[in-house]
């Protein structure tokens, strides 16, 4: 199997997991909408497991092209109404006219739902070229815009510390970032990403470009190594050979894999923390006992 690599450079500060805990983190998760029953129950039990540490919020995704458009409402407003976590309702351009967005977004206000993920969204039928719908919003500044128009939404947008793959250049992906925000968005999420030091050297870029607003990273803890691997060449995530070393023979060992993932990640996040970091985003991918853990060891304990 071909991993992406990066060679060592400028290494993070780094404060090792067995030492005085954090007293200044915060953290946000990540969740998606149920397909199945089965899939209902194991999200709901992750949300009760993660919600007494009291994140800032808990975003809820959307698929390609609105896919799950009506799970993704009604996991934010049973969150909303049976829980006391601040929902976060992602919204994409992808397939849909501009009216109605905003009739969803003003039905989310409505509601409650005080803070929006506006992203441009993913090609419905799969890797390819990104069309703006005729109607619609063409880039998610657009979204960002127009939603900040209708109502007083706090609005998180994505960042690419290692550019998106579409983009045309490091420094394009960095101005379509700070066209976002300038629209109205009050921070940015990362795409997950395993060398610490690349998250740090795009925050510098960002700050020298101007962008001041907070840029927060995203993690990933790792359950399924290969899986992994697979979907960050798709999106451009690079993984560290190191990473390869960790895993390696643990596809038949599920316990000691998630020992392994909750070691990398907690590091992962101490370092970040070591340098000046305080906010971290996770995708739990509807688990909780991982992110538990790892937040158990950033000081973020329950409330």
């Known amino acids: 199997m071909n991993y992406n690599f990066r060679s060592k450079d400028r290494r993070a500060p780094f404060l090792p997991t067995a030492s005085p805990l954090p ?42 092209g ?7 409402h009604a996991t ?7 829980t006391d976590l601040e929902p976060a309702a992602h919204l994409t351009c992808v397939g849909a006219r501009r009216e109605e967005i905003d009739a969803i977004a003003q039905d989310y206000w409505d509601s409650g739902v005080r803070h929006i993920v506006a992203l441009r969204g993913d090609p419905v039928e ?55 925000l300038d629209a109205g968005a009050g921070q940015a999420i990362t795409q997950y990403f395993f060398d610490i030091n690349v998250y740090l050297r795009f925050l510098d870029r960002a700050r020298a470009a101007g962008i001041t607003a907070p840029i927060i990273p995203g993690t990933l803890p790792v359950t399924n190594f290969g899986r992994v691997v697979d979907f960050s060449r798709n999106c451009g995530t690079l993984v560290p050979g190191w990473m390869a070393d960790l895993f390696e023979g643990l596809d038949d060992d ?16 101490r370092a970040l923390h070591s340098a000046g970091v305080t906010d971290f985003h ?22």
């Open 126 to 180: 799969g890797p390819g070229t990104y069309q703006p719908h005729a109607e619609g919003y063409a880039y998610a500044s657009d979204m960002v815009s127009g939603l900040k128009k209708n109502a007083d939404f706090e609005i998180a947008v994505a960042a690419y510390p290692e550019a998106h793959p579409e983009a045309a250049s490091p420094e394009a992906d960095l101005d379509n970032l700070k066209r976002k």
């Open 66 to 72: 609105g896919s799950t458009r009506e799970l993704t």
């Open 76 to 82: 934010v407003r049973r969150i909303l109404q049976e």
């Open 282 to 303: 996770f995708y739990t991918m509807n688990r909780a006992d991982l992110v538990y853990a790892i937040c158990h060891i950033l000081g973020v304990r329950a409330q």
């Open 23 to 64: 007293q200044d983190v915060k953290v946000s998760f990540e969740f998606s909408p149920p397909a199945t029953e089965k899939a209902g129950e194991a999200l709901w039990n992750s949300i009760k497991r993660l919600a007494p540490p009291k994140p800032s919020y808990v975003p809820v995704t959307y698929g390609a």
């Open 254 to 269: 599920p316990k000691t894999r998630q020992l392994v993932a909750a070691s990398v990640a907690a590091e992962q996040c």
